[in-house]
């Protein structure tokens, strides 16, 4: 039997049941890493910053996203991926939770490059996974569904978080957001043989590799 038919076999049901979690897990982390972008208007409308300030917050997530990369990719050839993933979806969702309440440029843009740093946590840890855990097919499919999971969570983005801001404020949409990627991001993934059969649990999220 060869390596790839051994991992057929082994991924069975719990192969698609990590794919789905793992695009729950991408889709959070990108309506975590643009919740601000989408509502940056608002906020320069409503608070004391103004479009230059609004605009390095920005653009402190775009550069501590970039090294968190570099780091995330060098971390999961030595720690646990799914240990990786979860520190970055519960840090990302505490940002998103603390961000409203910051008060000032500084801060805003520390709690900002900390989110930043924590969503590129997510993508290389996720494809050691899938690379580790996927047949070579279900792999390519895995990327995919997750690519689309992102693409979905930017249309929700421009569609929802206005309504929001419109209902209630600019300070419930990072609340929201962390509240709702809290939840995505703490859940596990245990698949346990049980009489030759794969068995699928869901309580919190752990890749046990």
């Known amino acids: 039997m060869t390596s790839n038919t051994k991992n057929k076999h082994k991924e069975g049901n719990c192969g698609w049941f990590l794919i789905a979690l793992s695009c729950l897990i991408y889709f959070s982390s990108y309506v975590m890493r643009y ?4 509502s940056m208007a608002k906020i320069i409308e409503v608070t004391s910053l103004t479009e230059s300030q609004a605009g390095i917050v920005g653009t402190a997530l775009f550069f501590s996203y970039g090294i ?9 050839d030595k720690l646990k991926p799914g240990a990786i993933v979860f520190a970055g979806a519960v840090v990302g969702s505490l940002c998103n939770f603390v961000f409203p309440f910051c008060g000032s440029v500084g801060l805003y843009v520390a709690v900002w490059a900390v989110n930043g740093f924590a969503q590129a946590m997510l993508w290389p840890p996720l494809v050691r996974i899938f690379s580790d855990r996927l047949s070579p097919e279900k ?9 689309i999971a992102a693409n979905l969570a930017s ?3 421009y ?4 309504q929001i801001i419109k209902a209630l404020s600019w300070q419930s949409v990072f609340l929201v957001c962390g509240g ?7 859940l596990r993934n245990d698949c346990k043989e049980e009489n030759g059969k794969q068995r699928v649990l869901s309580r919190r999220f752990e890749y046990r590799i």
């Open 35 to 38: 919740s601000y972008t989408v």
């Open 68 to 76: 968190g990369q570099i780091i995330s990719g060098f971390l999961g």
């Open 139 to 147: 792999c390519t499919t895995a990327i995919v569904l997750v690519t």
């Open 155 to 157: 249309v929700m983005l």
């Open 159 to 162: 569609l929802v978080i206005p």
């Open 180 to 186: 709702g990627c809290r939840v995505g991001g703490g």
